[in-house]
């Protein structure tokens, strides 16, 4: 079974600084998608980026960017130029690519505090 | 478009007692999860539907949990009789075939006493 592991509980950043987050994973498959979500106080859990891991290309959303190193199972996510509204929880997760595989496997969440 | 929509939005019982949520997923979303996740942690998948079948419910624990999806489209997720341990907010998702993206209800969280 897959596991998704994120080591920061919470991570503090000022507003216009940059914060990185870490993820990593195990599995045995060399197929599948990982993922960041954000999720405010609402609760609505919102996509924020998304890579496939058969692509080296670290994917780029805005101020929003991955570091994706697939031999150590690494998944980091980047946030620039931080925002007010940039804070909340933030999970790392992930799909095998396999048909049957379309569950969504969390890390535990790291929280995101930003400073004005 | 309208998202996923989950109601109620709050709930509290005493534990014994009997629960039921519901999630309307995005129209023409074939597949529908439910998601468990207690505070302080991430989800967890409890069941997934294909259309009006259950693919995975391997983690639902059965002796208290039931959840059903009769015409393909709504859903209800039960939990009779409720434990202390069932506090949590439980998330509705729905998938878009073309991009197998999920998209996530506004959740449901559940207090018991």
């Known amino acids: 079974a897959q596991t998704v592991t994120q080591s920061q509980p919470e991570m503090s950043v000022q507003e216009a600084e940059t914060v990185t987050l870490s993820c990593t994973y195990d599995t045995s498959e060399s197929d599948y998608y990982l993922f960041w979500y954000k999720q405010p106080p609402s609760r609505q859990m919102i996509l924020v980026i998304r890579q496939e891991a058969y692509k080296q290309q670290n994917a780029t959303e805005n101020r929003f960017s991955v570091n994706f190193q697939k031999a150590a199972k690494s998944f980091s996510l980047k946030i620039s130029d931080s925002q007010l509204g940039d804070a909340a929880m933030y999970f790392c997760a992930y799909r095998s690519a396999g048909a049957a595989g379309n569950k969504l496997t969390f890390g535990g969440g790291t929280r995101v505090l930003v400073k004005p | 478009e309208a998202g996923v929509a989950q109601s109620p939005r709050y709930k509290i019982i005493e534990k014994r007692q009997s629960v039921a949520f519901w999630c309307n997923p995005i129209s023409g979303h074939a597949t529908l999860y439910w998601y468990q996740q207690i505070l302080g942690q991430g989800p967890k998948l409890l069941i997934q539907f294909q259309n009006n079948g259950v693919v995975d419910d391997s983690q639902l624990p059965k002796d208290r949990f039931s959840a059903e999806r009769l015409k393909g489209v709504d859903s209800t997720l039960k939990i009779q009789p409720a434990k202390l341990e069932d506090s949590a907010v439980y998330l509705c998702?729905?998938?878009?075939?073309?991009?197998?993206?999920?998209?996530f209800g506004p959740g449901t969280r559940l207090t018991v006493l």
């Open positions: 998702a729905s998938r878009e075939a073309s991009t197998n993206e999920q998209f």
